[in-house]
């Protein structure tokens, strides 16, 4: 069973967390910001790019 599957059984809703700062190499932030589902830890820039390209289920 992957993550996912296991994921499915405890939890049919994930949540999006975020926005988390991006920080380089050397600590200091680089400005951009990332939304994170914290059931498959898709990641993208927009909230609504996690929405479309998680595969989870349902969202909030």
Do not use: K
Not at 12 to 20: D, F, L, Q, R, W
Not at 26 to 49: K, L, M, P
Request: charged content about 30%; some cysteine.
């Amino acid at each position: 069973m992957n993550e996912i599957e296991r994921f499915h059984e405890s939890n049919s809703e994930a949540t999006i967390t975020g926005p988390h700062p991006e920080y380089d190499c050397h600590g200091r932030s680089t400005g951009v910001v990332y939304y994170r589902c914290a059931g498959c830890d898709i990641e993208a820039c927009r909230r609504a790019d996690v929405r479309e390209h998680c595969q989870c289920g349902d969202l909030r």
